[in-house]
Nanobody
Framework: QVQLVESGGGLVQAGGSLRLSCAAS????????MGWFRQAPGKEREFVAA????????EYTDSVKARFTISRDNAKNTVYLQMNSLKPEDTAVYYC????????????????WGQGTQVTVSS
C-alpha cells in the first residue's frame, strides 16, 4: 500500500504562485511515475502533469504548459508542482497519484491517490 499526502494548496490572487507537494510513504513502486490531476466543481477530473521515475520524461496538459513545473526528489519520496501565473480557471482540488507505468496521462492508469488539496485563485 502506498500513501500519498498532498500539501501546499490555498487561496491566491490571479497571477500568483503556489507550490504543491506530494509525499509518498509505505510500500512504494521501485519505478513509479507520478501525476497531478485536478477536479473543479461540476467538472470531470483532468490530467495536469506527470513525471517518470527518473524525471527524464515529463508531460503537461496544454493549458498549464509554461506556467506549471512538475519535479520530484526521489530521496525524499516527494513530487512537486510549481504553479506560476495562476488563473481563476486553475481553481480546483489537486490530486497526486502514482502509477507503475513509465508515465501516463490517463487517470485509470494510476493506482494510488492522495486525498487532494484545494487551490483557489481569485480574480
Amino acid at each position: 500500500q502506498v500513501q500519498l499526502v498532498e500539501s501546499g494548496g490555498g487561496l491566491v490572487q490571479a497571477g500568483g504562485s503556489l507550490r504543491l507537494s506530494c509525499a509518498a510513504s509505505g510500500r512504494t513502486y521501485s519505478r513509479n511515475a507520478m501525476g497531478w490531476f485536478r477536479q473543479a466543481p461540476g467538472k470531470e477530473r483532468e490530467f495536469v502533469a506527470a513525471i517518470s521515475w527518473s524525471g527524464d520524461s515529463i508531460e503537461y496538459t496544454d493549458s498549464v504548459k509554461a506556467r506549471f513545473t512538475i519535479s520530484r526528489d526521489n530521496a525524499k519520496n516527494t513530487v512537486y508542482l510549481q504553479m506560476n501565473s495562476l488563473k481563476p480557471e486553475d481553481t480546483a482540488v489537486y490530486y497526486c497519484a502514482a502509477t507503475p507505468l513509465r508515465i501516463a496521462r490517463d487517470d485509470s492508469r494510476y493506482v494510488y491517490w492522495g486525498q487532494g488539496t484545494q487551490v483557489t485563485v481569485s480574480s
